[in-house]
């Protein structure tokens, strides 16, 4: 998927992936996606209901050699 930003979580516990995802989805354009990259796997279930209470949507979660991506396209102003 192609996004416009990408954020390094990597490393980054529970809450402060999600802390730092809505920081930086404030600086971005309505409809541009951040590909959001972590190794923490409360990240599967955090961000989805992260957009569901902000309204920014969720495109998908990948998974794959201990790395999580997650993509959110920003469509709250």
């Not at 990597?10 to 409809?31: N, S």
């Not at 996606?33 to 990240?43: C, F, Q, T, W």
């Not at 279930?45 to 959110?72: F, H, M, S």
């Amino acid at each position: 998927m192609k996004a416009d930003a990408t954020l390094d979580c990597v490393g980054l516990y529970c809450p402060m992936p999600i802390v730092k995802t809505a920081q930086k989805i404030k600086e971005m354009k309505t409809g541009e996606i951040l590909e959001v990259l972590a190794d923490d796997k409360g990240i599967k279930r955090d961000l989805p209901a992260w957009c569901q209470t902000t309204g920014n949507e969720c495109l998908g979660i990948e998974e794959g050699g201990g790395e999580i991506k997650a993509y959110v396209r920003k469509t709250q102003k």
